[in-house]
């Protein structure tokens, strides 16, 4: 006697085909345009810093490293060269503050119960969900009203408002993945709860604080909308200047910028790849 459900084994097998056809034909279709769309004008901001026109044109009026010449003349490029200290100097030092309030505040709300975590950390997200230029404007009237001016510090604290849930999120996904049971033999053992901090707690975080770091230092880099509220006439930034470069006359030394940041983005990402694992070992 003849199966009765053997009719629908071609239906299922070419269901199940033009599922996982259709499951494909979605993942590189639009993984490939997203990759294409990103890389891309990277791309085209490179091969524009060869240029050796005298200003902004795609494709380049020849190649040459004219630009980048020009881009490291103490003389002609001095502004810049300002410029990137300070942008480098405001991203260290907000990194660092970022590691000081949110690496803790990851390991604490990971240990809290869920309740209390899932009340709380709206609290320390909201500046994600907040708009950076609603929050600069407000802290600019509040430096006002207390009788103080844009300050180099109040950008720091700024941006350390702004990026610090950058950290926070990196930090505790890895602080989750802590087992009690270690801090706990550590201080059955003896150490004391600083020194079991310092020598289990802190080297298994640190894949997230590398992680937080370098987000929280490349979004500063890149800010303009907290720094434009509150540095003094003073501090010019790398974005800023940018910014003034190609207002003014689409000045080639831009994508020769642009070019060396795409290379420090990529030399910094192979050098945390490699340094994580190091730490971890020691």
């Known amino acids: 006697m003849p199966d009765a459900h053997a009719p629908a084994a071609p239906s299922t097998d070419l269901r199940e085909r033009v599922s996982a056809l259709s499951y494909w034909a979605v993942v590189i279709g639009l993984g490939g345009f997203t990759l294409v769309y990103m890389i891309v004008p990277i791309g085209i901001a490179v091969l524009m810093s060869f240029t050796d026109g005298l200003t902004l044109r795609f494709p380049p009026e020849g190649y040459s490293l004219r630009q980048y010449r020009a881009l490291l003349d103490p003389v002609r490029s001095g502004p810049i060269h300002t410029a990137a200290i300070n942008s480098i100097g405001i991203a260290a030092w907000t990194a660092l503050g970022a590691v000081l309030v949110a690496a803790p505040a990851a390991f ?135 910014f003034a470069m190609i207002e003014d006359s689409l000045d080639p030394r831009v994508a020769a910028i642009s070019g060396l940041l795409v290379a420090a983005t990529v030399l910094v990402l192979l050098v945390v790849q490699r340094l994580v694992p190091f730490v971890r070992r020691r």
Request: proline share 7%; no cysteine.
């Open 108 to 242: 604490g709300m990971a240990r809290l119960g869920r309740r209390s975590a899932t009340a709380l950390e709206p609290v320390l997200l909201s500046p994600l969900v907040l708009p950076s230029l609603v929050y600069s404007l407000a802290a600019l009237l509040v430096i006002s009203n207390l009788g103080m001016g844009p300050a180099y510090g109040f950008v720091v604290a700024g941006h350390i408002v702004v990026f610090a849930p950058l950290m926070y999120r990196t930090s505790l996904a890895v602080a989750q993945q802590i087992d009690p049971a270690q801090e706990e033999a550590s201080t059955t053992l003896g150490a004391g709860r600083l020194r079991t901090f310092l020598r289990v707690t802190m080297p298994a975080l640190i894949p997230g604080v590398l992680a937080g770091g370098f987000l929280v230092f490349m979004q500063s880099m890149d800010n303009v909308s907290v720094t434009l509220f509150l540095a003094d006439p003073e501090t010019t930034v790398l974005p800023l200047r940018m």
